[in-house]
């Protein structure tokens, strides 16, 4: 007899009609061959999927180039299916699921002719934890796959685990013909299904990562009494020894990944890294929130990542543990045969093939790497993955930390009065937009807790649920905002980030451990700046002083458009916060 799993992909082959239906078992030596298919068989238009680097710069790595039109995510093509649209809330494009169900069936039939297709068990978070997903994804590219078994625990086990059962987690993904009109990413929270096509990057077709553990798991969420949050996880370990673990959630391409493995300035002081992108939230038996990170690897942003931006993400790369690594759409020096990017620490090669794999050639100008474009890499070969990665109850949370690009504004650092204002900053929060999806950039856009494109159902509701959570919290984490970006009068930007950042954290452990005070502003609590360890930094009083500037008269703007993007839930839009806001309001003027 035939398992529910084995019928639904039956069922999909017969829709997709594959030539050929391959179930992956996660191992390494599979992942040799599916990179030899990729290198030989498969290709996009004429160009194969992977082709090998240098091993001996780049251990275990190989290149991949996207369909051009095809290099991030497509926020508009992106639908949540609740039965009705008050449930997906103003943040998301709805579409009946009916409708939607007929639309993909129509777009899916023969979509994976002369293509094979991969079927991927894989678990989000570890195995043995109690919050962890089983799920599998069907894809029509090696690519995907395997991507699939560097960000996921994909194992053969899943399959025994999901056994006779229906209720795990569906993915069915299929590039289609790449034509952008014909690309659509469909979520269905109800059967925890995501249907997609048309599209291989990441984000749109690793659908383990933003359409499970972030759109579906987040009204998994809701359903279940957890969060599920694009959010880093990390350790802070302080010169005593003891580990104090946050979580951080910033908007893409603002710094997250390198928060996640910074390299501590202040000595003495460690970062340990357990996640870069999803935190999935669990009130612990003991009142405190716990974290788990569901993925295993990173996708993260080339373009400016170096030695002295983030120094371990360079090793990781670098790193042999676990096989492979992928770059997606970076320049390729045909010389060394190695990728390069804008901002690595060697200089721009003499012979190089920009992403499209055209010459570039200075004088045209233009991009040598997309600025989106990505690594794809284990985290166990992260020279500081911390040991409690695999630990299936996570690790205990003391601060929540919120973030953002924001130029002009907000201060460095704001510590929220309680939980419920924290939760306002949160919902607040705005960000200059960057590439990592497919709109203009450097515009200010708001985008709560860095929420806004993967929060799967009324985020009017989400700020209900956080402020639910807060209230079965017994031990609350504290509630932060942070702000690295702030420039000068010449547009210059004053505080040095990166490892730099250290002392902000170090203030925020001072203040989980009540050692120091702080001071009272309308935006929340800021520190005595004597407190911020800023020994060695050549940074002046006034400068300082200019991070945590508060100008009533320049936040008369900010203030309207925070109200007006409060409003856009409407009744959705918990009265808790919005006496947030007017208190807020109040005190600024
Ligand atoms: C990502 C994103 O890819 O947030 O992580 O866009
Ligand atoms: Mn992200």
New binding site residues.
């Given amino acids: 007899m035939a398992t529910p799993l084995e019928k639904w992909v039956e069922e999909q082959a017969k829709l997709t009609k594959p030539d050929k239906i391959y179930w992956c078992d996660g191992s390494e030596e599979e992942a040799h061959r599916l990179i030899e298919i990729g290198m030989k068989d498969e290709k996009i238009e004429t160009t194969p999927i992977f082709q090998a680097l240098n091993q001996k710069e780049w251990p275990n790595a190989y290149f991949h180039r996207s369909h051009p039109t095809d290099v991030a995510?497509t926020e508009h093509l992106t639908y949540v299916c609740h039965n009705d649209q008050e449930t997906a809330g103003p943040n998301n494009n709805w579409m009946n699921p009916k409708e939607a169900k007929e639309l993909m069936t129509k777009l899916s039939d023969g979509c994976m002719k002369g293509r094979t297709m991969y079927v991927l068990p894989y678990m989000m978070g570890h195995p043995d934890s109690p919050y962890a997903k089983a799920c599998v994804q069907l894809t029509d590219v090696s690519y995907v796959a395997v991507s699939m078994r560097i960000m996921t625990r994909m194992t053969k086990k899943v399959i025994e685990k999901i056994g006779n059962n229906n209720s795990f987690v569906k993915g069915i993904h299929s590039v289609g013909t790449f034509d952008p009109n014909k690309r659509f990413i469909m979520h269905f929270p109800d059967e925890q299904l995501v249907w997609s096509i048309g599209s291989g990057y990441?984000?749109n077709a690793l659908l383990g990562k933003?359409c499970f553990s972030l759109r579906i798991a987040s009204y998994l969420g809701l359903q279940e009494g957890w969060l599920a949050e694009?959010m880093v996880i990390l350790g802070i370990e302080a010169p005593d020894g003891t580990v104090t673990y946050v979580t951080a959630a910033f908007?893409?391409?603002c710094g997250k990944t390198n928060l996640a493995m910074l390299e501590s300035a202040l000595p003495g002081y460690k970062i340990w890294t357990l996640g870069d992108?999803i935190a999935w939230l669990n009130v612990g038996p003991d009142g405190r929130l716990w974290a788990i990170n569901p993925e295993t690897g990173f996708?993260g942003v080339a373009p400016g990542t170096s030695m002295k931006t983030n120094p371990n993400m360079l090793k990781t790369l670098k790193g042999k543990k676990f096989y492979p690594t992928l770059f997606t759409n970076t320049g390729f020096d045909t010389d060394k045969n190695e990728p390069w990017w804008e901002g690595l620490d060697t200089s721009c090669p003499k012979n190089v093939l920009d992403w499209q794999g055209k010459v570039w050639n200075k004088e045209e100008g233009g991009k040598v790497a997309h600025p989106n474009s990505r690594f794809t890499v284990s985290m166990y070969n992260c020279p500081v993955l911390s040991k409690e990665c695999d630990n299936p109850k996570g690790v205990p949370i003391s601060a929540i930390i919120l973030g953002g690009k924001r130029t002009q504004l907000i201060p460095l650092v704001l510590e929220a009065f309680n939980w419920q204002n924290g939760v306002f900053m949160g919902a607040r929060t705005g960000s200059e937009t960057t590439a990592?999806?497919i709109h203009k950039e450097g515009v200010l856009r708001r985008d709560p807790m860095a929420m806004l494109?993967f929060c799967g159902y009324n985020m009017g509701d989400y700020f209900r649920h956080w402020l639910s959570i807060g209230n079965k919290l017994k031990h609350p984490p504290k509630i932060y905002s942070v702000n690295w970006f702030r420039t000068d009068d010449d547009g210059k930007f004053i505080w040095p980030g990166f490892g730099e950042n250290m002392r902000v954290l170090k203030w925020i452990v001072d203040r989980i451990n009540n050692k120091v005070s702080v001071n009272k502003t309308p935006l929340g609590y800021i520190p005595n700046l004597k407190d911020l360890d800023l020994t060695g930094l050549n940074l002046s009083k006034e400068k300082l002083e200019k991070l945590f500037e508060i100008n009533s008269s320049a936040w008369k703007p900010e203030l309207e458009d925070i109200k007006k993007s409060l409003e856009n839930f409407g009744k959705r839009m918990p009265k808790e916060i919005m006496e947030e806001y007017n208190n807020l309001e109040n005190g600024l003027r």
């Fill in positions: 995510r990441g984000g933003k694009h908007p893409s391409a992108d996708f990592a999806a494109p």
